[in-house]
């Protein structure tokens, strides 16, 4: 698939006119079509690039109770923290695989030279990350609240401002993972770039589950982090467009 | 309209204007460093209430709205790099980094130090503390990103874009960490028309601030004229300058 894929790519190049009119027939939704179909398959390919960043998660979570302690009332009112906090450096770890393959075999150029606009192409890159990595996280982050005894009214804050705030992640994220994916060491100066970026969403969402403990409404807060997800939603993609072309230089 | 502006796109004409408009600035900066120093820490007059340690107001402030203005100034010329191509925009954007930096740790380290007499502690997790604190990481991250590049160009527009991208977040951090905690003391000086403080204690704080702000521009402009020099080095008036000073 993966290499049908890329080899449709490679012919679509616009070598004389003929070829352009019927470049000009690939859609935008069918070019992200391609694209997410493609870096999914990818994805079921390398199994381990799913499963690992959710053990980290997981076992980063189990570590908290063992450092703090066993108390059930410690443990429910840190754990919106514990969680998010857990949510962030897990799509960090899997960050570095968003773009790194495709640059080191060239078809993130390719990607650049095709005929449609990067945005398009970046956007379905980042939407298959999320599905690769944001959405196991938010099917597993309720069975991790159980065993911090988060409060039993936060149960759909947590999932709505995961469901909300991961795709944040994903698109900050893929801002810093192009700015790097051409330096050798970039993982360290990954962390370092787009972690303070991150700081809004985290404040947002824990204090979404906080009030929702409380039992107050907590739509307010989950309306900015919406907002955070469209403004990175239009926005994100142009900064990594722009940073692609930097590093692929 | 910004015609006059054209000759500087070319490093030599700009290493020329920075080398004349060096010795100026330098001058006022200690000048007017001098005057509102002194007149802050001898003259002026003590708080009512905080005694002699408000006087680490008069570096404190300058050092913060310097810390946030020169990260704006970075953002526009990241931008004009962008946008127009300017590679002296680069260069005076990865002359401000370091600067802008410093004086966010300046900041952090006065109000560390106010902190304590006033509120009993070193450091409190209050919105604006913790917002400068995360001006510093997108200070050094940008910085970083600057060292990890081998191609000063790249290294540019890379360090460009994320400094645009961290300027479309700070209102945003600001406000989130604002709205998640304010212990910090309202603003006392910008309430234009009507400052919540004295003359005797404001005049003296304009000095201060009008010379923090000229020393800024004086380190700013060293390390652009090297930037220039760095970055031009295989280009022929700049083995004639170095040949001149070897002479």
């Not at chain 1, 690992?52 to 059930?72: D, H, K, Q, R």
């Not at chain 1, 999932?159 to 060491?185: D, E, H, M, Q, R």
């Not at chain 2, 902190?115 to 997790?125: L, N, Q, R, V, Y």
């Not at chain 2, 961290?166 to 600001?174: A, E, F, L």
Request: proline share 5%.
């Amino acid at each position: 698939m993966t290499l049908k894929a890329q080899s449709q790519q490679m012919t679509e190049q616009p070598i004389d006119k003929a070829n352009t009119d019927r470049v000009k027939q690939l859609s935008y939704r069918r070019a992200f079509m391609l694209v997410l179909k493609r870096d999914l398959t990818i994805a079921m390919r390398h199994k381990d690039d799913i499963i690992n960043p959710l053990l980290f998660f997981v076992i980063i979570i189990t570590l908290f109770p063992l450092g703090i302690g066993p108390e059930a009332q410690t443990l429910s009112r840190i754990a919106p923290g514990i969680i998010w906090v857990a949510a962030l450096l897990a799509t960090l770890l899997s960050l570095d695989r968003l773009f790194k393959s495709d640059h080191l075999d060239g078809s993130l150029e390719q990607m650049l030279l095709s005929p449609h606009p990067i945005f398009v192409l970046v956007l379905a890159k980042i939407f298959a990350h999320w599905l690769i990595t944001g959405l196991p996280l938010i099917l597993i982050a309720p069975l991790l609240a159980v065993l911090l005894h988060l409060d039993e009214n936060s149960y759909t804050a947590l999932l709505l401002t995961l469901l909300l705030g991961t795709p944040v992640l994903s698109l900050l994220g893929a801002v810093g993972v192009a700015l790097t994916v051409g330096i050798k060491k970039g993982g360290v100066l990954l962390s370092l770039l787009v972690l303070p970026l991150y700081i809004p969403v985290l404040i947002f969402a824990t204090s979404a589950i906080d009030t929702a403990a409380l039992g107050l409404p907590y739509s307010g807060q989950l309306a900015i982090i919406a907002a955070l997800f469209f403004g990175s939603l239009t926005l994100a993609p142009f900064a990594v467009g722009a940073a692609i072309k930097v590093s692929t230089n | 309209m910004w015609k006059f502006l054209h000759p500087y796109a070319n490093p030599e004409t700009t290493y020329h204007f920075t080398n004349k408009l060096l010795p100026w600035l330098t001058a006022l900066a200690a000048l007017f460093l001098s005057i509102g120093l002194v007149w802050a820490l001898l003259f002026a007059p003590a708080d009512y209430q905080q005694g002699d340690s408000f006087r680490i107001f008069y570096v404190h402030v300058p050092a913060a709205s310097l810390s946030m203005g020169i990260y704006v100034s970075m953002a526009i010329a990241a931008l004009c790099s962008l946008v127009w191509q300017l590679k002296l925009a680069d260069a005076s954007a990865a002359a401000m980094a370091p600067v802008g930096a410093a004086f966010t740790a300046i900041a952090l380290i006065t109000g560390a130090a106010w902190g304590k007499p006033m509120w009993g502690t070193w450091w409190i997790w209050d919105a604006r503390l913790t917002s400068e604190l995360i001006l510093l990481f997108l200070y050094l991250g940008v910085i970083a990103l600057h060292n990890a590049f081998e191609d000063k160009n790249l290294a540019g527009k890379a360090a460009g874009i994320l400094t645009l991208v961290g300027v479309i977040n700070i209102p945003i951090i600001k406000y989130s960490v604002d709205w998640w905690n304010t212990l910090h003391q309202g603003s006392t000086v910008s309430k234009l028309g009507k400052p919540s403080m004295s003359l005797d204690m404001l005049w003296p704080f304009i000095f201060c601030f009008i010379g923090f702000a000229l020393l800024a521009g004086v380190i700013i402009c060293l390390r652009f004229r090297n930037e220039i020099l760095a970055r031009n080095s295989i280009r022929p008036w700049v083995r004639q300058l170095v040949e001149k000073q070897l002479a």
